[in-house]
């Protein structure tokens, strides 16, 4: 083995026998960015795609600009589910009062009222399945999961609001050239501009 072998080597978290937990996800060292706790599994994420990104900047953008001060829009941080769950939605959007400080890492499921995520060839099990499931079991209201449409190259936004009687998201549609709902709040976004040849 040669030294550049022995220095290109990576270490790899070694899981504990009943998984990790969200005290480890904040403490960890050397974790990659963006690293997510899913059933005590350390899930990591790869590379964004420039879809990804310009439609996470299209929506937070738009929010921020929809919601008043009650809320705060947030992007890429972790949302605490239980103790074996720390997913991190691409936007979230979260009661202002939630809001502790500038070193904030992560927000309590309680707290959240929407979550989105934008879907990527390497999360789109989790995005349409275990993520929503979970999300709902966690109480969050209202979820938002953003598909690119193969035709045009835009985004097409699934809305689901959550049935408290079972704890389950419902499908309220697909919406294509803009977002126009009135939960968690009045909200309107064009999303055109997110065309992934901009």
């Known amino acids: 083995?040669?030294?550049?072998?022995v220095q290109h080597r990576v270490q790899w978290p070694v899981p504990p026998q009943d998984g990790y937990t969200v005290d480890d996800l904040f403490t960890l060292p050397d974790l990659p960015p963006h690293t997510e706790l899913i059933d005590g599994s350390l899930v990591f994420?790869?590379?964004q795609r420039r879809f990804h990104f310009l439609v996470i900047d299209l929506l937070v953008d738009g929010l921020r600009s929809s919601l008043g001060p009650g809320f705060s829009v947030e992007r890429e941080m972790t949302v605490v589910l239980d103790k074996r769950n720390g997913p991190e939605p691409d936007v979230s959007v979260?009661?202002?009062?939630?809001?502790?400080?500038?070193d904030q890492t992560s927000f309590e499921a309680k707290d959240v009222l929407l979550a989105v995520?934008?879907?990527?060839?390497?999360?789109?099990?989790?995005?349409?399945?275990?993520?929503?499931?979970?999300?709902?079991?966690?109480?969050?209201?209202?979820?938002?999961?953003?598909?690119?449409?193969?035709?045009?190259?835009?985004?097409?936004?699934?809305?689901?609001?959550l049935d408290p009687m079972t704890q389950r998201y419902v499908h309220m549609g697909v919406q294509r050239d803009q977002i126009k709902v009135d939960k968690p709040a009045a909200i309107a976004i064009e999303l055109v501009r997110a065309d992934a040849r901009s």
């Open 1 to 5: 083995m040669t030294a550049e072998s």
């Open 45 to 47: 994420v790869s590379p």
């Open 94 to 102: 979260v009661r202002a009062d939630a809001v502790t400080g500038l």
């Open 117 to 161: 995520e934008v879907v990527s060839p390497d999360s789109e099990s989790r995005d349409r399945t275990t993520k929503p499931l979970k999300y709902a079991t966690a109480g969050i209201p209202h979820y938002w999961r953003v598909e690119q449409d193969g035709t045009t190259g835009r985004p097409l936004v699934h809305v689901y609001e």
